[in-house]
C-alpha cells in the first residue's frame, strides 16, 4: 500500500513538470518514513473528512445560535432534584 | 420504557478520582522539574546518583507533566463534561475505572523505569515497548467508553467541546502506535524501526502532534465547555468555535518537520512544515479571541473570580505561545532559536500558562461542584494565581533573555569571521544566572500548587457529606436509546453478559463498527508493511557506512540509557558558524544505522556529532568522572558510576539481533562472536587509557564502552 502511494507521489510528480528526470525524483523523495507519515496522516484526514461529512449532513451545525446557550440552560443545579 | 422522564446518575466519583490525580502527579512531576531546573545552576544536585541525573529525571519530568498531569486533567474534563453535555452517565463503569487504574499503573511504571534508566531515548515517548502497549489498551478502552457515551446520548447536537476530545482521542491513538513501533532486544529494551532521518521525521511528526492533540485540542474543549459555564456566558462566537476546530485539526498534522530544519531532512519537506505552521496562526488566534471575548459584558466577574482570572490568563498563554510557535518556526528564526532555552520559554508558556492555568481554573470551578461545598478561600486561590503568575514571567523572561543571548554568541564571529565565543563553555557561564531565576519562578509556581492543595483539603474537609451519586432528571428528546445499550449501563450484569451486549450494540452500529475494523486493519498492516520497506538500506554511492561494533553499540546503549540527547545534540547544521564550531556539516548517510537517531533538540552542552578522535580517551574518563577537571564550569552531572559499573557484555547478541530485525547488516558470525569481539576492543581502550593517564583495571567498566561510542562518532564524515 505504501509502496503504491510512493509511486503513484512519484509518477504525479514526474508528470507535472516536464523534461524532469524521473530519478533525480526520486532522489527527492527519498525519506521512505515520510510515505507512512504520509498515509497516516491522509488517513487520519479521511476520518475526519469522514466525521465533518456526517456532521453537516446530520444537521450538527444547522443551528450556530443555540447550542452555546443550551450550554448554559442545561446547568445542573437546575436539573438536581 | 418512559419516553418523557429519565432518571440519570452522573458518575462523579471517577471525575473526583481523575482530579485528585491530576493534583498529586502535577505536584510530582513539578518538583522534579525543579530539581533539575536547581541542577543546571548547581550540578552537585545530581547527587553523583544515577536515579538523580539529570538526563534521566528530564525524561520523567516531561513524561510527568504531560501525561500525567495534563493527561488526567484532560480525563477530569472529558468524564465530567461529557455526562452533562450529552445528558447521560458515562457509557460503562467498567472502562472508566480500568482507564482510571490503568493509567495510573502506567503512570507508575514510568516513574520507575525512567530514573532507572530504561528509556527509548525519543523526546516524549521515552516509555519502553510494554508500557507503550499497556497505553495503547488503555487509550483504546477510553476510546470506546467516549463512542459508546456518545452513541446513548439524549442530545442530539454534539456541542463543540465533544469534538474537541474525539479529535484527540483518534489522533494521539494513531500517533503513539506509529512512533513506538520498535523491535525489542528484551523485556526493557527495544530499538525502533526507523533509522536516523527516518526515525527523527517520525518521531518530529508524532512529538508536534502530540503537542496538537494531547496539550492543545483538548483543553480547548475544555475551554469551550469550562469558560462559558464558569463566566455564565455562551462562548463569543460558537460558529468560530466550529471553524476554530475543524481548520485546527486539518493543518496541525502537516506541520511537524518544523522541527528538523536545517537537518538532513529533504528541504522541501521542511518548506511543507514550515506552511502549515504559519497556516496555523489564524486558527489558533481566531480561537483565543473567541475565548477573551466570551468575557465581553463579563469582565467585572474577572476582577472578583479566582476561576475567570485562571481561564484569561490561560487562554492568553495559548495566544501567546501560538502567536511564538508560528514565529520559531519561520526557518530563519528558528535558526537562532533552535537548540536554545527559547524553545523551553515557549514550551512551558504554553505548559505552565495554558495547560496549567485551564487545568488549574476547572479544578477550582469544580471542588465546589464535585463536593458540594463551597471554596475555603478566594484570597487563597488569588494568592495561588499571584504566585503562578509571577513564576511563569520569571520562568519565560529569564528563558527567552537566555535563549536569544547563548543564540547570538554562538553566531557571534569577529571579522575576520572567526568564532567570537569558540569555547562553548563562555556561552554557557553567561546564561548561569537566567538558569537561577527560572528556578526561582518555578517555586513560586509550586508554592501556588501547595496553597491549592491546602485550599481544597480545606473545602472539602468542609463539605457537610460526601453526598450520592447525583441525581439528574433529563428529558429524553426524540433520540431512541437502544434498548440493548441501554441495558449495558442502567442494570448490574457479570463481565461476560456485558461483552456480549457490547458486541450486539457495536453490531448494530455500522459507522463506528466501520471505523473500529478500519484502524484494526490499519494497525494490523502498518506492523508488516512498515519493517519490510525499512529494512532496505540505502547505501549512498561511493560511501560506505560501518554499523557499530558491538563495543560502540554497547556505548550507545549507555548513551540513551543516561539521555545525553537530553543535552546534546548531534547535527551540525548547514550553517557556516556551526561547521566552525563543530566540523562538516551532518549527512542523512552517516545516521543509517542509528535507532533511534539522536539528533536532540537542545544543546545545553556543545554538538557531539563530530567529537569522535577530537579528544585522547583519557579526556573523557576524566570528564565523565568530573566534568569540571577537564571543562571548569561545566555544569554537566558527574557519572562516576560509568567507572565502577560492570560492563555488560551477555545482552550484546541480542541487541545486535534486535539491530539485524531493524535492517543493520550485522552477519549472523559478527553476532555469535560478538561477546569476544567486545572483550577485545575493551581492552583495547583499557590500554589506551592505562598508556595515557596510568588508569587500570577499566576494561570490563562501562566507561570504556561510551569512550569507544563517543570516540566514534562522526568518524564516518572523514572517510
Redesign the interface.
Known sequence: ???LICALGQASIASKSDGANLIDLIK???????F??LT??L???A??VG??I??ASSG??D???T??????W?S?DE??? | MNRSNDTVFYDDKIVRAFLWATMIWGLIGMVVGLLIAAQLYYPALNFGIPILSFGRLRALHTNAVIFAFAGNAIFTAVYYSTQRLLRTRMFSDFMGWFHFWGWQLIILAAALTLPLGFSQSKEYAELEWPIDIAIAIVWVVFAVNFIMTMKIRRERHLYVALWFYLASIIAIAMLHIVNNISIPASWLVSYPVYAGAQDALVQWWYGHNAVGFFLTTPFLGLMYYFLPKAANRPVFSYRLSIIHFWSLVFIYIWAGPHHLYYSALPEWLQSVGMVFSIMLWAPSWGGMLNGLYTLRGAWHKVREEPILKFFVLGVTAYGMSTFEGPLLSIKAVNKLSHFTDWTVAHVHVGALGWVGFMTFGMIYYLIPKLWKTTLYSKTLANAHFGMATIGIILYAVSMWASGITQGLMWFATKADGTLLYPDFMETVIAIKPAFAIRAIGGVLYIAGLLVMFYNMFKSIHRAAIVEPEQLTIARLNEIPVESEVQSLVSEPISFKIFLKRLHTAIEGWPLVFTALSAAALMVGGMVQIIPMILTEVKVPRGVSVQPYTPLELAGRGIYLREGCYNCHSQQVRPIVEETARYGPISRAHEYMYDHPFQWGSKRTGPDLHRVGGKYPDLWHFRHMQDPRTTSPESIMPTYGWLLTSSLDFNSISAQMKAMQRVGVPYKTSDIHDSKEKMKAQAVEVAERLKEQGGIENVADKEIVALIAYLQRLGREASK
Open positions: 500500500m505504501t509502496r527527492i523523495i527519498s525519506i521512505e518514513s515520510f507512512i507519515i497516516v496522516s488517513f487520519m484526514s476520518v475526519f466525521l465533518f456526517w456532521g450538527q451545525w443551528d450556530s445560535k447550542p452555546a446557550h443550551r450550554l448554559l442545561e445542573e436539573s438536581i432534584q
